[in-house]
C-alpha cells in the first residue's frame, strides 16, 4: 500500500528536538528524510541522553525517537563546497525544514532566500524559539525557556501559589511545538498543490507555549482576575484532584457530572453517608466544603491499593486515570493495542509512534536512526556526484 508521502523529499538541517522531530513524523508516513549534521560531534541532540539526570541507559533512546527513519548526511556547511551540496540537494526538494539561528542561516547560505531561488516548489519550514520579528528574533531557546516558562505555564502549574516553579521535562514542549510545526508543513504543502508554488512557513516554541496555556492566556487577555492557587488538600474541587493509594501510587479523578456521578462515588467508595452530609448535599457545598471533603477522600484512597481502586472506578464508569510513571508505558495494553508504541524494523526494541493515523492508508515501519554520515555516499550518489567526486569531498573534510 503506498504510504501519502512516498516520494516526498525532505531535508532536515536542524538540531536537538522540536524540528527533527516534525521530520520524524513526516518519515512515518513514508517521506524520504534526509538528515543533515556537521561532521565531528554532529547533531548536539545526539548528547541529551548523556546530560546529568537523565534516564542512564547505553541506547541514545532521544535519538532513536526523533531521527528514526532518517537517512544521515554528514556535510560542512561552512565550507563552498558543503554549501554547493546541500544547494543541489535543495534544487529537487520538497521541503527544507531548519530551526538554526537566523544569523547562522545567513552565513551557511541556507536562508529562505537562498534557498527558494533555487527551487520555487520548495516549502521552506523554518522553526525558532521566539518568532522571527521583534528585539529577540535572534534570541536562543529551548522548550524550557520558550515553550514552558516565557509562555506562563511553568508558573501556573505550580503545586500552589507559594511553591517553587516547576522543572519541565526533556522534549515535553518540544514534541507538541513539533506538531504545530509539522501542521505549518502540511499547510505549505497543500498550498503548493493550489498554486504550483512553495512558500515559507513558520512556527516557534513560544508560539507554541502560549497555545498550549491558552485557557490562562485568554483568560488574561480579557482581565480576568486570576485567584491564587490553592494547596492541593485547601482546594475547592475535590471531585477533580488526585489522592494517593494505599501502595503510594496515585489515581486523579475528573468528574465533572457531579449530579449524576457523585451519588456513584459515595458508592464506589462505600462511604453512603456521605450523599446525606449536609456540607456535600450540592457541588455549590461540595466546593465550598473542599478541603473537608479532600480530607475524607485522602483517607478513603489510603484504604486499597491503586489496581483495585481502578478496578472499582472503570467498573463504575466514572472519569478518572492512574498517575502512570514513564516505567508504566512499555506495558500499557491500551497504548500496544492502539498502535502508539510500534516496533522498530530489525530491532528488539519499540518507540513511540506519531499521533496521527489516516483510515486507508499505512503508515512506515521505523527504521533506526542514522549513525553520523551513515547514508552519505548514498545520499550524495543520488545526487549526480560520482564516486571520484565523493572521495575529493571526503578528502577536503566536506564529508564525513
Keep these: 500500500?503506498?504510504?501519502?508521502?512516498?516520494?516526498?523529499?525532505?531535508?532536515?538541517?536542524?538540531?536537538?528536538?522540536?524540528?527533527?522531530?516534525?521530520?520524524?513524523?513526516?518519515?512515518?508516513?513514508?517521506?524520504?528524510?534526509?538528515?543533515?549534521?556537521?561532521?565531528?560531534?554532529?547533531?548536539?541532540?545526539?548528547?541529551?541522553?548523556?546530560?546529568?539526570?537523565?534516564?542512564?541507559?547505553?541506547?541514545?533512546?532521544?535519538?532513536?525517537?526523533?531521527?528514526?527513519?532518517?537517512?544521515?548526511?554528514?556535510?560542512?556547511?561552512?565550507?563552498?563546497?558543503?554549501?554547493?551540496?546541500?544547494?543541489?540537494?535543495?534544487?529537487?526538494?520538497?521541503?527544507?525544514?531548519?530551526?538554526?539561528?537566523?544569523?547562522?542561516?545567513?552565513?551557511?547560505?541556507?536562508?529562505?532566500?537562498?534557498?527558494?531561488?533555487?527551487?520555487?516548489?520548495?516549502?521552506?519550514?523554518?522553526?525558532?524559539?521566539?518568532?522571527?520579528?521583534?528585539?529577540?528574533?535572534?534570541?536562543?531557546?529551548?522548550?524550557?525557556?520558550?515553550?514552558?516558562?516565557?509562555?506562563?505555564?511553568?508558573?501556573?502549574?505550580?503545586?500552589?501559589?507559594?511553591?517553587e516553579p516547576v522543572r519541565s521535562l526533556p522534549g515535553m514542549g518540544d514534541h507538541p511545538s513539533a506538531m504545530s510545526f509539522f501542521s505549518a508543513i502540511m499547510m505549505g504543502l497543500y498550498e503548493r498543490t493550489v498554486t504550483g508554488k512553495g512558500s515559507l512557513v513558520r512556527s516557534s516554541l513560544v508560539s507554541s507555549g502560549v497555545w498550549a496555556n491558552g485557557f490562562n492566556a485568554q483568560a488574561a487577555l480579557v482581565g480576568a482576575q486570576f485567584e491564587p492557587r490553592p494547596p492541593r488538600a485547601q482546594g475547592g474541587r475535590p471531585l477533580s484532584c488526585y489522592y494517593r493509594c494505599r501502595d503510594d501510587k496515585w489515581i486523579v479523578l475528573t468528574i465533572l457530572n457531579e449530579t449524576k456521578q457523585w451519588p456513584i462515588l459515595v458508592d464506589c467508595i462505600a462511604r453512603p453517608e456521605l450523599a446525606e452530609d449536609p456540607r456535600f448535599v450540592t457541588q455549590k457545598d461540595r466546593f465550598g466544603h473542599g478541603p473537608e471533603l479532600i480530607g475524607i477522600l485522602d483517607e478513603v484512597f489510603a484504604t486499597k491499593d491503586r489496581s483495585e481502586w481502578q478496578r472499582i472506578l472503570l467498573d463504575a464508569g466514572l472519569v478518572f486515570e492512574v498517575v502512570a510513571s514513564a516505567e508504566d508505558i512499555p506495558n500499557d495494553q491500551q497504548l500496544i493495542d492502539n498502535g502508539y508504541l510500534v516496533p522498530i524494523v530489525d530491532s528488539e526494541y519499540m518507540t513511540v509512534d506519531s499521533p496521527l493515523t489516516v483510515a486507508g492508508t499505512e503508515k512506515a515501519r521505523p527504521t533506526m536512526a542514522p549513525t553520523l554520515g551513515q547514508h552519505s555516499d548514498d545520499v550524495l550518489r543520488e545526487a549526480g556526484y560520482d564516486d571520484d567526486a565523493i572521495k575529493d569531498l571526503r578528502a577536503a573534510g566536506v564529508v564525513a
Excluded at 500500500?1 to 523529499?9: D, N, P, Q, S, V
Excluded at 541514545?60 to 525517537?65: A, H, R, V
Excluded at 551540496?85 to 551557511?108: C, E, M, Q, S, W
Excluded at 521566539?130 to 502549574?157: I, N, Q, Y
Design 1 to 163: 500500500m503506498k504510504k501519502i508521502f512516498e516520494g516526498l523529499k525532505v531535508i532536515d538541517c536542524a538540531s536537538f528536538i522540536a524540528a527533527p522531530a516534525a521530520a520524524a513524523v513526516l518519515s512515518d508516513f513514508g517521506a524520504d528524510v534526509i538528515k543533515i549534521e556537521p561532521p565531528g560531534a554532529g547533531d548536539p541532540g545526539r548528547q541529551l541522553y548523556t546530560f546529568p539526570g537523565m534516564p542512564k541507559s547505553e541506547l541514545n533512546y532521544s535519538w532513536m525517537m526523533d531521527n528514526r527513519s532518517k537517512r544521515g548526511l554528514a556535510l560542512d556547511l561552512t565550507k563552498p563546497a558543503g554549501q554547493a551540496v546541500i544547494h543541489k540537494l535543495v534544487g529537487d526538494a520538497d521541503v527544507f525544514l531548519t530551526n538554526y539561528p537566523l544569523p547562522v542561516r545567513d552565513k551557511l547560505a541556507i536562508d529562505y532566500d537562498t534557498l527558494a531561488l533555487l527551487n520555487d516548489r520548495l516549502v521552506y519550514a523554518s522553526f525558532t524559539g521566539f518568532g522571527e520579528t521583534g528585539a529577540e528574533a535572534t534570541k536562543p531557546g529551548f522548550d524550557m525557556t520558550g515553550w514552558w516558562a516565557r509562555s506562563g505555564l511553568m508558573d501556573a502549574v505550580r503545586e500552589h501559589h507559594d511553591a
